[in-house]
């Protein structure tokens, strides 16, 4: 297993477009368009940062899980993801380590990456995204 670099900071936002002003006007971060992830009913932007980005998350539903986590917890840091180079040979490894897993295997990720979620009982309560892009 091989982590390669923090590939990017999921927030969790109520208002995509408003939430976009405060790091384009304000920061001075470029935002590269936007995409729905409709198998994750989420609404995302990515703003790049040095060699990481920020993804800005909206929910497309009341029942999908950036509506529950800002129900929940409120707006803020939901996840980090951390870029991995192979995310079927990470997953096994972490698999025989006995590390607990949202997603046993690979699924789509916005910008076409490849994630897998670690649960937050494994990693002291941080919600950890594995993500691939080749």
């Known amino acids: 297993m091989k982590v390669t670099r923090v590939d990017h900071v999921g927030i969790a936002v109520k208002d995509l477009e408003e ?3 405060f790091y ?9 368009g936007s995409e ?10 990515f703003l790049p940062c040095g060699d990481s980005e920020l993804e800005l998350l ?4 009341p029942d999908g899980p950036i509506a529950k ?3 929940k917890k409120g707006e803020g840091i939901q996840h980090v993801a951390l870029r991995v180079d192979n ?6 490894e972490l698999k025989e380590k006995g590390v607990r897993l949202i997603d046993q295997t690979p699924r789509y990720g916005a910008g076409g990456a490849r994630i897998a979620f670690l649960h937050p009982k494994a ?7 594995l993500c691939e892009r080749k």
């Open 87 to 92: 995310i079927e040979e990470t997953l096994a």
């Open 69 to 71: 986590y800002i129900e």
């Open 19 to 21: 939430s976009l002003k």
């Open 36 to 45: 729905v992830v409709e198998e994750q009913k989420v609404k995302v932007a």
């Open 58 to 61: 909206e929910s497309t539903a």
């Open 24 to 32: 384009t006007e304000i920061l001075g971060l470029e935002a590269h």
């Open 123 to 129: 990693t002291n309560g941080v919600l950890l995204e």
